[in-house]
């Protein structure tokens, strides 16, 4: 039977074994602080408002036409 590898990486035995899981889950820690810190600014929940309506977003006071750059 031969041996498995993810990435380069053994998963048949010894340290090489969770170095994937490992990786998987810095990645999706990362992920989780980025998307957090964008939803958390001002220019994440602008995002779908300007989607639903670019007028809306002008006569609240943000700049439509930024954000759509922006993104």
Known sequence: MAAH???GLS???G???YGA?????????ASA???????RSRLGPLT???RDNELR?????ASARNVVHLT
């Not at 977003?57 to 006071?61: D, F, K, N």
């Open 57 to 61: 977003v002008e006569y609240m006071g």
């Open 5 to 7: 590898s993810v990435f």
């Open 15 to 17: 340290p090489g074994r």
């Open 21 to 29: 899981s490992s990786w998987a889950a810095l990645l999706a820690a």
């Open 33 to 39: 602080f980025a998307l957090d810190r964008y939803l």
């Open 48 to 50: 779908p408002a300007v």
């Open 11 to 13: 998963t048949s035995a």
